[in-house]
């Protein structure tokens, strides 16, 4: 019994090494410029703190997450007599000849959606402005060296007649006649 125990014991229960775990760092791509105006339509505002991010192993450089675009996105309304009510947005990658860069097809579509709840920021009255996150994956093709050329933003929104008009009546307190 005393040899079955050490042998368990030097063979089968000892303590394995533990397993060198990948060292994993977040590899920043600058966009430049990185805060552009843009217009939609009566819809304007601007894009900034625009930047790639990848995550990759250290040591090999294999990507553990693929690159994702992030930044912020400030829309307003510069009607003066309609609503806006934002739908959603579609980011396109172009290249250096003006072809559309597709997304790897495990990856999803670059789309940002505007909440559509009670108090959210997806109906702008003519000079309300929202910031909108901008977090989509970003194709891995668009990291090679001059291959990306521009980013575009499809806007889709509902526009519709915003008007302000009022309503006088005539009331009386107690009994009292209004004064005319």
Known sequence: MMATTAV????????????TMAVIEDKVYTVTPDQVMVKAGI???EVTELKV?????????????PAKLT??????NSSTDQTVRLIG?????IDDQGQLIKIEEARTEPALKFSGSYNSTDRLDPGQDATQAVDVDFPAEALKAKKLKEIRIELVYIPSPYKLQTANFSV???GQTAIQ
Do not use: H
């Open 8 to 19: 368990a014991a030097t063979f089968g229960c000892a303590q394995k090494p533990p397993a």
């Open 43 to 45: 819809v304007s505002g």
């Open 53 to 65: 991010t990848e995550r990759v192993e250290k040591d090999s450089g294999r990507v553990d997450s």
């Open 71 to 76: 930044g912020k996105l400030k829309l307003t």
């Open 89 to 93: 947005a579609k980011i396109l990658y």
């Open 172 to 174: 009386s307190i107690g």
